[in-house]
């Protein structure tokens, strides 16, 4: 159960992107289409904002959007938002006989 | 709509047991595998355990293995952790969550403060 690797912090302005990148390995990531990525604000319930991979529930902006490559999914946010300042953590499914495996999170700045 | 609401939480001794409820509204309960999570102090999310909707299979993380015991009843839609020998490092807030290879919904989550 070795966790996914994420950057610890990223930043952008107001109104830019910016893209936050999660590595796994052929067993996790690698193997299954169902990495979901959580925004995270301290003291609140996380948040599904992408779930199997790209897809966004209702009522997720658009400026959300993820995608993968192999063993790495990747986040990016366009037009950074104050309120999008948060941790923000992905997952994926690693089989039908154990947990999942959670990305150590990344905690992004609006400048 | 739907809704999650934990408790259980407190603070004590190394060693002790401690049992988290988590009460479920708003969707058909017995129809979802549920979860445990945590967040300790300054650290990210872990998984602690999943039980299918039926309570048929159990996974626990390595960390709470032989430790913890995970349980429902669909009558009262109600999840359970039961955490037993409790150590310093299981201090965190502990969530619960709805669903198994997309987890969509959580709790507000319950703190438990282990210390001596």
């Known amino acids: 159960q070795s966790a996914l690797t994420q950057p610890p912090s990223a930043s952008g302005s107001p109104g830019q992107s910016v893209t936050i990148s999660c590595t796994g390995t052929s067993s996790d990531v690698g193997a299954y289409n169902y990495v979901s990525w959580y925004q995270h604000h301290p003291g609140k319930a996380p948040k599904l904002i992408i779930y199997?991979?790209?897809k966004r529930p209702s009522g997720v902006p658009d400026r959300f959007s993820a995608s993968k490559s192999g063993n790495t999914a990747s986040l990016t946010v366009s037009g950074l938002q104050a309120e999008d300042e948060a941790d923000y953590y992905c997952t994926s499914h690693a089989g039908n006989n154990t947990l999942g495996v959670f990305g150590g999170g990344t905690k992004l700045t609006v400048l | 709509q739907v809704q999650l609401v934990e408790s259980g939480g407190g603070v004590l001794q190394p060693g002790r047991s401690l049992r988290l409820s988590c009460a479920a509204s708003?969707?058909?309960?017995?129809?979802?595998?549920m979860h445990w999570a945590r967040q300790a102090p300054g650290k990210g999310l872990e998984w602690v355990a999943v039980i299918w909707y039926d309570g048929s299979n159990k996974y626990y993380a390595d960390s709470v293995k032989g430790r913890f015991t995970i349980s429902r009843d669909n009558s009262k839609n109600t999840l359970s952790l039961q955490m037993n020998s409790l150590r310093d490092e299981d201090t965190a807030v502990y969530y619960c969550?709805?669903?198994?290879?997309?987890?969509?919904?959580w709790g507000q989550g319950t703190l438990v403060t282990v210390s001596s």
């Open positions: 708003g969707f058909s309960f017995s129809d979802y595998a």
């Open positions: 969550a709805k669903g198994w290879r997309v987890v969509d919904v």
């Open positions: 199997e991979v790209s």
